[in-house]
Structure formats: C-alpha cells, structure tokens
Nanobody, 124 residues
Framework: EVQLVESGGALVQAGGSLRLSCAASGFTFRDRIAGWFRQAPGKEREGVSYINTWDGTTEYAESVKGRFTISTDGAKNTVYLHMNSLKPEDTAVYYC?????????????????WGQGTQITVSS
C-alpha cells in the first residue's frame, strides 16, 4: 500500500521547536520532489518547503526562511521538517506530499501522494 504518514505535530509555546516526520511506504522518495504544506483555518493551503531528492535543492516560503529546515533520510525513506523559533502564525495542519514534478508540487500544489496531516499549534 502506498502511503505517507506524518508525525510530530504538537502544541508548543512560541519560540519552541518541533520536528515533523513523513514516512513513505510502498514507494521511495528517491529522485522525487518532497514537500511540506500547511493550511490554517480559513486560509488556503500554502507551500512551506520542498526538497529535490535527486540533487538536494531546497526552497522555503519567505515566512519560514531561516527557521525551518527540510531534510531527508534515504535509509528510513523519511522526509523531515525541522522547525525552530515557532510563532503563533505557524499554527496549521501540516501535510507532506511527493511528486515527480517541481512544477506540479511547488507551483500547482498537486502531488501523486499526500499525507493525512498533522496539527501544530503554537501558543503565544
């Protein structure tokens, strides 16, 4: 069965840190684009970060640059989102997604696979 399973969501105070994990089964991340998205209540889904697992290229939304880091562990077939200096405006459901196309994933927000989402709540 092909699936992405996120974990690591939590309630955290502003200024705190979290690490989200996205474990894939039924396929590998190799040579694909893996990304993290988030959606806050009443807002559209937005791209947070992506990584091209072929060449390691990464990109971040302006709102998270310098605070979040995306990484992969090929042996564990897992993508991570390391989040530091969390702010209340980071509160959202975070989703991981994987596609073979940067355009589809990062520009169109479409993907072959999506995770179920994990909630992050940052209290002030």
């Amino acid at each position: 069965e092909v699936q992405l399973v996120e974990s690591g969501g939590a309630l955290v105070q502003a200024g705190g840190s979290l690490r989200l994990s996205c474990a894939a089964s039924g396929f590998t991340f190799r040579d694909r684009i893996a990304g993290w998205f988030r959606q806050a209540p009443g807002k559209e889904r937005e791209g947070v970060s992506y990584i091209n697992t072929w060449d390691g290229t990464t990109e971040y939304a302006e709102s998270v640059k310098g605070r979040f880091t995306i990484s992969t562990d090929g042996a564990k077939n897992t993508v991570y989102l390391h989040m530091n200096s969390l702010k209340p405006e980071d509160t959202a459901v975070y989703y991981c997604a994987v596609d073979q196309s940067y355009i589809r994933l990062w520009v169109l927000h479409e993907a072959d696979y999506w995770g179920q989402g994990t909630q992050i709540t940052v209290s002030s």
